[in-house]
């Protein structure tokens, strides 16, 4: 079958493990779920949390190699209840033992009426439409100059 010089052609490969298997090899991460995809990301945060706490409690030196010593983490959802799920969680992210190591956005990309929102505290950046890759991996990199980033 012929195919127009100026169709993109693509070809998919995989799943292959889980999405979550290979962010421990990093130390800055870029974590991107859509609706309820984010569920393996979550396992992720709480695992976050446990790793800085036993550390701490070990009081193991800070300035050794670790893992996920940064996290960006994108979510999107249609609309803003679904953010409630993990509410409880991404509050606990930001404000426990690993909050100076993760960055929470939350990207509301179904059709919004503003006085509708309900704003979300703890320091969760909320946002309405699709994000910006383009200049948001640009300002993880500039964040992060001379690391690798785990997408």
Known sequence: RRVPPDVARMRYDGPHGAPSELVWKNKVVMLVGAGIGVTPFASIL???QYQVRARAAKKE?????MSCERVYFYWLCRGQD??????????EAITGPARNRIEVNLFQTGEV???NVKVLD???QQFMGKPNWRRAMKSIAEKNPRESVGV
């Not at 679904?82 to 509050?91: G, S, V």
């Open 46 to 48: 709480r695992s976050l």
């Open 61 to 65: 030196n800070e300035a050794e190699w």
């Open 82 to 91: 679904e953010f409630q799920w993990f509410y409880d969680l991404l509050r």
């Open 113 to 115: 009426k503003l006085s």
């Open 122 to 124: 703890d320091g969760i």
